[in-house]
């Protein structure tokens, strides 16, 4: 079966220190793979995807993530954390069985960054 | 641009009421997407739409109805709710498939049935 797993529900970083958020996935063939943030009563906006070519991806607010494939990760990642990074990460892959390929979501991770 | 905007965003339903939900973008994209967001589950797809008077099931249907009658709008629809039905519902919108391309996401809608 298709599926996507953030294995933390929280991580804790302090202000100033990298961040890594964790992403594995299981799917058949090539991954399409998002990460999507949320802030507090908001929508979630889109941060960054993988669907081909470089593994390191770079996206908005200054995240990366990076694909690995022999791992099946897609961590999000992110050099100096702030206080306003503080929200909801969802990863999502692409349904690679259904016809129109919607995404899986993960069940989220609650970044929190204390200054 | 308003971009995905979304009414009502509170709603209190007994059991057995119905009510609709509204959905309108005005970025001109073509698929649109309802999903339920609930505790630990992530996001869970409801239906969504290919373009203008087309609907198909998503992850989670049951209970719920969808039109697409213009573009710009998706309504979801409950017939007669159910307390398990009590969530956070957001709709989104894209270019084109939404496993590729960017899905932009409204504020929600929070839900509760007594």
């Known amino acids: 079966a298709q599926s996507v797993a953030q294995p933390e529900d929280q991580v804790n970083v302090a202000e100033g220190n990298p961040l890594t958020v964790k992403c594995t996935y299981s799917v058949s063939g090539n991954p399409y793979l998002f990460w999507y943030v949320q802030y507090p009563n908001r929508g979630l906006q889109f941060l960054l995807k993988y669907i081909t070519g470089d593994n390191l991806v770079k996206g908005s607010y200054g995240f990366e993530a990076e694909f690995n494939k022999s791992q099946t990760s897609f961590h999000l990642k992110k050099p100096s954390a702030l206080v306003s990074d503080s929200a909801l990460y969802f990863c999502a892959v692409r349904d690679m069985i259904g016809s129109q390929g919607n995404l899986i979501f993960g069940k989220g991770t609650k970044l929190s960054v204390k200054p | 641009n308003a971009g995905v905007t979304q009414t009502p965003k509170f709603r209190v339903l007994k059991t057995g009421q119905s009510m609709t939900l509204l959905c309108a973008q005005d970025m001109n994209h073509e698929y649109m997407y309802w999903y339920r967001q609930d505790p630990g589950m992530g996001l869970r797809l409801i239906h969504y739409s290919v373009g203008e008077g087309t609907t198909a099931k998503g992850e989670v249907p049951d209970g719920y109805n969808v039109s697409r009658l213009k573009k710009q709008n998706f309504l979801l629809g409950l017939e007669s709710a159910a307390p398990s039905q009590t969530s956070v519902y957001f709709c989104?919108?894209?270019?084109?498939?939404?496993?590729?391309?960017?899905?932009?996401f409204g504020p929600g809608t929070r839900l509760t049935v007594l």
């Open positions: 989104a919108s894209s270019r084109a498939l939404g496993s590729v391309n960017e899905q932009f």
